[in-house]
């Protein structure tokens, strides 16, 4: 019997990421990370910044970092809309972690920030650390340490 697939989509103000049949996706949610297989019950959440997994039918696995949007799962359509979405392998780990380190620096020398302003410093410095997790897992997938 040949596996049940998905119907997959990844889209973000720029582009459609990904868009392809697949086994299951693993995404970063609010509430904490889910696991999504054919036969879903139906369901729509919100992202969390952080590293999603895509595994297709030939067992090779795909590494997103994702920041914020949301997932809706109806049958066996799988719909992500992402604010931001970067393949693993289209990630540059060191410039990331200069991104990180300066946002890191700039909040804990801010004194003066307003919660505008310390909310998207937080928002950035997530994003970074997605980023640079999801460099890291695709290079453990991969045997790339």
Same mark, same amino acid.
Do not use: C, Y
């Given at each position: 019997?040949?596996?049940?697939?998905?119907?997959?989509?990844?889209?973000?103000?720029?582009?459609?990421?990904?868009?392809?049949? *697949?086994?299951?996706?693993? /995404?970063?949610?609010?509430?904490?990370?889910?696991?999504?297989?054919?036969?879903?019950?139906?369901?729509?959440?919100?992202? /969390?910044?952080?590293?999603? $997994?895509?595994?297709?039918?030939?067992?090779?696995?795909?590494? *997103?970092?994702?920041?914020?949007?949301? *997932?809706?799962?109806?049958?066996?359509?799988?719909? *992500?809309?992402?604010?931001? /979405?970067?393949?693993?392998? $289209?990630?540059?780990?060191?410039?990331? $972690?200069?991104?990180?380190?300066?946002?890191?620096?700039?909040?804990?020398?801010?004194?003066?920030?307003?919660?505008?302003?310390?909310?998207?410093?937080?928002?950035?410095?997530?994003?970074?650390?997605?980023?640079?997790? /999801?460099?890291?897992?695709?290079?453990?997938?991969?045997?790339?340490?």
């Amino acid at each position: 019997m040949a596996d049940k697939i998905l119907q997959f989509e990844i889209v973000t103000p720029e582009r459609v990421l990904v868009k392809e049949n *697949i086994l299951q996706v693993t /995404a970063p949610t609010v509430q904490g990370e889910i696991t999504i297989l054919p036969g879903h019950i139906p369901l729509v959440s919100v992202l /969390a910044s952080g590293v999603l $997994e895509i595994a297709r039918p030939d067992k090779s696995r795909t590494v *997103i970092s994702v920041s914020g949007g949301f *997932i809706q799962v109806a049958g066996d359509k799988v719909v *992500i809309l992402a604010d931001t /979405a970067e393949k693993a392998e $289209e990630i540059d780990l060191v410039r990331v $972690e200069e991104a990180k380190a300066r946002a890191v620096k700039t909040k804990n020398e801010a004194k003066t920030l307003d919660t505008r302003q310390f909310t998207a410093l937080s928002a950035k410095i997530s994003k970074e650390l997605a980023r640079s997790q /999801a460099v890291k897992r695709w290079k453990k997938l991969n045997n790339l340490n």
